[in-house]
C-alpha cells in the first residue's frame, strides 16, 4: 500500500513486560514521527527522525521509552518495563519533506497502535 | 514550550447546525494546519493556512488563522454526520508539529 503501515494494530500486554512497536513510512519520506494519544486527547510528540540526522528525542517521557529508524525506513519504538500509564494509541507518521525555516509538512498518519498495559 | 488550547474540548450538535471551533496560542506560528481524525485511524490534513488573516474555504468548512498567526478558527457551515470526529490543529514549531488539545465533535441525525 502507498501509506503509513503499523503493527500490530492492537497490543495488550502485562505490566512490566517490554513491547515493540513497528512503522512503515511512506517510501521516499525522509521524516517520521511518533505520537502518543491518551483516550480522547490530543497528539503528545514522541520523537522525530530526519535522514541522517541525531533524531529530536526531546518527547520521550522517561528512559523506559527508545526508538530507532534504520536509513529513511523502518522505525521501532521500544517500551520497557511497562506501566499501566503507558496505555495508549502509538501514532506514527511520515513526511516528505525536511524542515526548513518558514516552510510547513504535511504529515501522513499510520492507523496507530493501541496498546494496553494490565 | 509552545501550546496550543482548542475550545471546546466536546460538541455535540443535530445535523444541520452551524458550528465554530478555536485554536489559541501565545505563540506565533509560521503556519497553521488543521486535521481530522476518526475513530481507530490517523489525523488527516485538511488546510494549511500561511498567512496571518488567511481565509481558507473548503466545501462547508471555513479555516481563518489570525492575523498575529497565534490563533486559528474553524467554522462549519450545516454540519453533516459525516463531520464527525476529532478535530486537531497544529501549529509549525521548529523541525515539529505542534499539535492542540483536540476538540471532538458529535453530529446526530
Known amino acids: 500500500g502507498a501509506g503509513v503501515s503499523q503493527s500490530p494494530s492492537n497490543k495488550v500486554t502485562e505490566k512490566g513486560k517490554d513491547v515493540e512497536l513497528r512503522c512503515d513510512p511512506i517510501s521516499g519520506h525522509t521524516a517520521l514521527y511518533w505520537y502518543r494519544q491518551r483516550l480522547g486527547q490530543g497528539l503528545e510528540f514522541l520523537i522525530y527522525?530526519?535522514?541522517?540526522?541525531?533524531?529530536?528525542k526531546s518527547g520521550l517521557p522517561s528512559d523506559r521509552f527508545s526508538a530507532e529508524r534504520t536509513g529513511e525506513s523502518v522505525s521501532t519504538l521500544t517500551i520497557q518495563r511497562t506501566q499501566q500509564e503507558d496505555s495508549a494509541v502509538y501514532l506514527c507518521a511520515s513526511s516528505n519533506r525536511a524542515w526548513s525555516s518558514g516552510s510547513y509538512n504535511e504529515q501522513f498518519f499510520g492507523p496507530g497502535t493501541r496498546l494496553t498495559v494490565l | 514550550t509552545q501550546l496550543l488550547e482548542q475550545s471546546p474540548q466536546f460538541l455535540s450538535i443535530q445535523e444541520g447546525e452551524n458550528l465554530t471551533v478555536y485554536c489559541n496560542s501565545s505563540?506565533?506560528?509560521?503556519?497553521l494546519q488543521w486535521y481530522r481524525q476518526e475513530p481507530g485511524e490517523g489525523p488527516v490534513l485538511l488546510v494549511t493556512?500561511?498567512?496571518?488573516?488567511e481565509v481558507k474555504k473548503l466545501k462547508r468548512l471555513t479555516f481563518q488563522f489570525g492575523d498575529a498567526r497565534k490563533d486559528s478558527s474553524l467554522h462549519i457551515t450545516a454540519a453533516q454526520t459525516g463531520d464527525t470526529g476529532l478535530y486537531l490543529c497544529a501549529g509549525q514549531g521548529f523541525q515539529k508539529l505542534v499539535f492542540g488539545t483536540g476538540t471532538r465533535l458529535l453530529v446526530s441525525p
Open positions: 505563540s506565533v506560528f509560521s503556519s
Open positions: 527522525f530526519q535522514g541522517n540526522s541525531a533524531p529530536d
Open positions: 493556512v500561511v498567512t496571518g488573516g
